[in-house]
């Protein structure tokens, strides 16, 4: 089983109209919503593995309560903690022509009761599971070090971890030295306060981190290339160039396909390969992280991986 811990889920509406007018009353012509959040993504994208997953974090009031019945009608299973305050929502309003305006609601801070429970939590799923997942934002101080506790505790079981985050809840997870670490160019410049100029600045980065003894070090940008180093050496992987629809969750199916690769016994190289395929893939489609392997598959072939060392 793969566990994954999402800190800041969101109830993910779409709004669908024709034009969106500043000031002025619309009618709609449909609403459709999906559980959000990093980790129920990575969950999600599994899920359309056959990977045995389950998904926990934070949910919290008549919010929290429709994810719940979202993920259950996906068939997602999960294990959440009561935050005791509402789950936030996002709305994305789509127009005909393809513009999509967000906006997010705030998070709202959990109680240290509720950081002590799920770590609780993570601690005893860590023990049935042969990864834990900790994607995505904190939702205050109170929970910055829930992914450093659940990497010691994907230690303490003897399992591997994957963290993909960004500002305290980063720097604080990395001190645990999990056994991946996937995060985008800019959550990495804004949490070390550093600009990657060049391929050069990219690699040191890269080296920095594998040796702090970190073995699965990713570097994503968006459409740009994807670096990576582990053992083997380090690679830069080209993406093709695809019309993005919703580029949300691609990072997130990337790490979903990497790990259905590592359990299937593939190399890092060809996990590497199908990893980004698959967030390719995501941002081709408007839903988010349910890319299948047939359609996964279909844009492996046009992903060129170059190794560099």
């Given at each position: 089983m793969i566990t994954t811990v999402t800190l800041n889920p969101m109830l993910d509406k779409t709004v669908r109209l024709d034009s969106l007018k500043k000031g002025a009353i619309h009618r709609a012509s449909s609403l459709s919503m999906v559980a959000g959040g990093k980790g129920i993504n990575v969950a999600r994208q599994l899920k359309c593995f056959g990977v045995d997953v389950?998904?926990?974090?934070?949910?919290?009031?008549?919010?929290?309560?429709?994810?719940?019945?979202?993920?259950?009608?996906?068939?997602?299973?999960?294990?959440?903690?009561?935050?005791?305050?509402?789950?936030?929502?996002?709305?994305?309003?789509?127009?005909?022509?393809?513009?999509?305006?967000?906006?997010?609601?705030?998070?709202?801070?959990?109680?240290?009761?509720?950081?002590?429970?799920?770590?609780?939590?993570?601690?005893?799923?860590?023990?049935?599971?042969?990864?834990?997942?900790?994607?995505?934002?904190?939702?205050?101080?109170?929970?910055?070090?829930?992914?450093?506790?659940?990497?010691?505790?994907?230690?303490?079981?003897?399992?591997?971890?994957?963290?993909?985050?960004?500002?305290?809840?980063?720097?604080?997870?990395l001190k645990a030295v999990p056994t991946m670490i996937k995060p985008n160019r800019q959550e990495f410049e804004r949490t070390f306060g550093t600009v990657l100029n060049n391929e050069n600045e990219v690699r040191r980065g890269l080296d920095k981190w594998r040796g702090a003894g970190i073995k699965y070090v990713l570097l994503?940008?968006?459409?740009?290339?994807?670096?990576?180093?582990?053992?083997?050496?380090?690679?830069?992987?080209?993406?093709?160039?695809?019309?993005?629809?919703?580029?949300?969750?691609?990072?997130?199916?990337?790490?979903?396909?990497?790990?259905?690769?590592?359990?299937?016994?593939?190399?890092?190289?060809?996990?590497?390969r199908f990893g980004v395929a698959a967030g390719t893939a995501n941002a081709s489609v408007w839903v988010v992280a349910n890319s299948s392997y047939e359609e996964i598959m279909k844009f492996e072939s046009m992903i060129q991986v170059h190794k560099l060392a």
């Open positions: 389950l998904a926990t974090g934070f949910l919290g009031g008549e919010v929290g309560e429709v994810i719940k019945k979202l993920l259950e009608k996906e068939g997602i299973r999960h294990e959440f903690v009561d935050a005791l305050v509402m789950t936030r929502e996002g709305v994305t309003y789509l127009e005909q022509d393809g513009t999509a305006t967000a906006v997010f609601e705030p998070s709202e801070h959990v109680s240290v009761n509720a950081v002590h429970e799920l770590t609780g939590k993570v601690s005893s799923l860590a023990g049935k599971s042969t990864w834990v997942v900790c994607s995505g934002s904190s939702v205050g101080h109170e929970s910055d070090d829930i992914f450093y506790e659940s990497v010691l505790a994907a230690h303490k079981a003897g399992i591997k971890s994957v963290l993909d985050s960004y500002g305290n809840a980063l720097t604080l997870g994503t940008d968006g459409g740009n290339p994807v670096y990576a180093a582990a053992d083997e050496g380090e690679w830069k992987v080209t993406v093709p160039s695809i019309q993005a629809v919703n580029p949300v969750g691609s990072g997130d199916s990337m790490v979903g396909g990497m790990l259905y690769g590592f359990t299937k016994g593939w190399d890092f190289e060809r996990s590497l």
